[in-house]
């Protein structure tokens, strides 16, 4: 399998990089390290089986462009799209096999798993409340894992049509609303808690990254199942099965 990463002068596309050259599976990476140039560009979707993305969300509407174009499959782990962007990923998983996940680790998917179970199971006299913590450079806040882990537990409460609400509250909390808290500082990788809050107790399920590399592992891992998989848009919750 031949692959492309985008963006592997990246600190993600540096580990995913690591990991993928030691790979047996792997039998040859393209990397696109400060290729802005289109024709260079097509040239590394045609001769890639996937292309990795974790370059930013702006990038993502030539990316797709190249990719239909070239019929690659694409994973993706870019954060901070809107309403735009996840269009752009609906069009092309049309036509290319597409696997987008915010988070691709094996244990914040088994979080939201959880999330999505415990919403379902505890009445709204829960308050329950997203908080994430990432390193001081991060941009996009909320992290796009928070906003998964929101729309995780709007899935398990049934709630049509969920739209996260990232303002800060004034007064007092409305009954059955998912509130976020975010933090910036340090080196932190990635921290993320969802309480369940009542009176009298409180339920926390938290998952805490020590280093990229577990995020690495999962895109490659991702990569591997997604070989010669129909047109269609995936998420890693597809390859696991908890």
């Given at each position: 399998?031949?692959?492309?990463?985008?963006?592997?002068?990246?600190?993600?596309?540096?580990?995913?990089?690591k990991?993928?050259?030691?790979?047996?599976?792997?039998a040859?990476?393209?990397?696109?390290?400060?290729?802005?140039?289109?024709?260079?560009?097509?040239?590394?979707?045609?001769?890639?089986?996937?292309?990795?993305?974790f370059t930013?969300?702006?990038?993502?509407?030539?990316?797709?462009?190249?990719?239909?174009?070239?019929?690659?499959?694409?994973?993706?782990?870019?954060?901070g799209?809107?309403?735009v962007?996840?269009?752009?990923?609906?069009?092309?998983?049309?036509?290319?096999?597409?696997?987008?996940?915010?988070?691709?680790?094996?244990?914040?998917?088994?979080?939201?798993?959880?999330v999505?179970?415990?919403a379902?199971?505890i009445?709204?006299?829960?308050?329950?409340?997203?908080?994430?913590?990432?390193?001081?450079?991060?941009?996009?806040a909320?992290?796009?894992?928070?906003?998964?882990?929101?729309?995780?537990?709007?899935r398990?409460?049934?709630?049509e049509?969920?739209?996260?609400?990232?303002?800060?509250?004034?007064?007092?909390?409305?009954?059955?609303?998912?509130?976020?808290?975010v933090?910036?500082?340090?080196?932190?990788?990635?921290?993320?808690?969802?309480?369940?809050?009542?009176?009298?107790?409180?339920?926390?399920?938290?998952?805490?990254?020590?280093?990229?590399?577990?995020?690495?592992?999962?895109?490659?891992l991702?990569?591997?199942?997604?070989?010669?998989?129909?047109a269609?848009?995936?998420s890693?919750?597809?390859?696991?099965?908890?």
């Open positions: 399998m031949q692959i492309a990463i985008m963006g592997i002068a990246g600190k993600m596309g540096q580990e995913i990089f990991i993928a050259e030691k790979d047996c599976d792997i040859d990476i393209f990397t696109a390290e400060r290729i802005t140039n289109f024709e260079e560009k097509n040239k590394i979707f045609s001769n890639a089986d996937i292309v990795i993305d930013s969300k702006n990038a993502l509407k030539e990316h797709a462009k190249l990719a239909k174009e070239n019929k690659t499959a694409m994973v993706i782990g870019t954060t799209f809107s309403d962007e996840y269009k752009i990923l609906t069009e092309l998983a049309k036509t290319n096999a597409i696997l987008y996940a915010a988070n691709m680790s094996v244990g914040v998917n088994l979080l939201l798993s959880l999505e179970k415990t379902s199971l009445g709204e006299e829960f308050d329950i409340e997203i908080f994430e913590m990432h390193h001081r450079y991060k941009k996009d909320p992290s796009g894992t928070a906003i998964a882990l929101g729309e995780a537990a709007a398990g409460r049934k709630i049509s969920y739209l996260p609400n990232y303002e800060l509250r004034d007064g007092a909390r409305k009954s059955g609303e998912i509130g976020f808290s933090a910036r500082g340090g080196d932190v990788v990635g921290e993320h808690s969802v309480i369940f809050a009542t009176d009298g107790e409180i339920v926390t399920l938290s998952h805490r990254a020590n280093n990229r590399n577990i995020f690495a592992k999962g895109a490659i991702a990569t591997k199942w997604l070989k010669d998989k129909p269609g848009l995936y890693m919750q597809d390859i696991f099965s908890f």
